[in-house]
């Protein structure tokens, strides 16, 4: 079996991701434990291979993914935004004002020093991204009309819940 990658010229991007994107949360030196304040950043393992592929190489890339539609989530778009990648595929979910029902995601990150690697502390509980399933997306539209030659994912997206595992298959079906 060989793969039929699409021309360029056949597709609006050159790689689209399916994951979550959290609000990064990085307490500089010291631990999260302890820190008074924190430098935000965006992140998410599917996503940072569409940013990488965006910043190094000029490669158009977009995300499909969801967020609350609060001030967290637009803070978030707006650095996926800052980094290039499309975000006509991200899916706005009705903020509850508390974030009892839906939620975006954190992930506090502890840089790595000396022998002691980084600490990553996720708070992904009842996320957007987590409640994703399937009939989310049009896949026939975002394949097919918009066109992507390459498609990524990964496992802690399809694990987050049973939904983003069928949405997973899904979208590797489509």
């Known amino acids: 079996m060989s793969l039929q990658i699409k021309s360029a010229s056949e597709c609006q991007f050159d790689q689209l991701s399916l994951g979550e994107i959290m609000l990064r949360l990085d307490p500089g030196e010291g631990r999260v434990r302890t820190a008074r304040s924190f430098t935000a950043w965006e992140g998410g393992g599917e996503y ?5 592929l965006r910043k190094c190489f000029g490669l158009k890339t977009g995300v499909c993914t969801a967020f609350v539609d609060n001030e967290v989530g637009h803070l978030i778009e707006d650095f996926v935004m800052q980094g290039g990648v499309a975000t006509d595929f991200i899916k706005w979910r009705e903020d509850d004002g508390i974030g009892r029902t839906v939620r975006n995601g954190l992930n506090f990150t502890e840089r790595g020093f000396g022998i002691r690697g980084a600490v990553g502390t996720p708070d992904r509980g009842n996320t957007a991204a987590s409640q994703l399933k399937p009939g989310d997306f049009d896949w026939d539209y975002i394949f097919g009309k918009v066109g992507a030659r390459w498609f990524h994912t990964g496992g802690i997206f ?5 939904t983003t595992a069928e949405l997973t298959i ?3 079906k489509a």
């Open 48 to 52: 940072n291979t569409s940013r990488g």
């Open 158 to 162: 399809a694990a987050l819940s049973a």
């Open 170 to 172: 899904e979208a590797v």
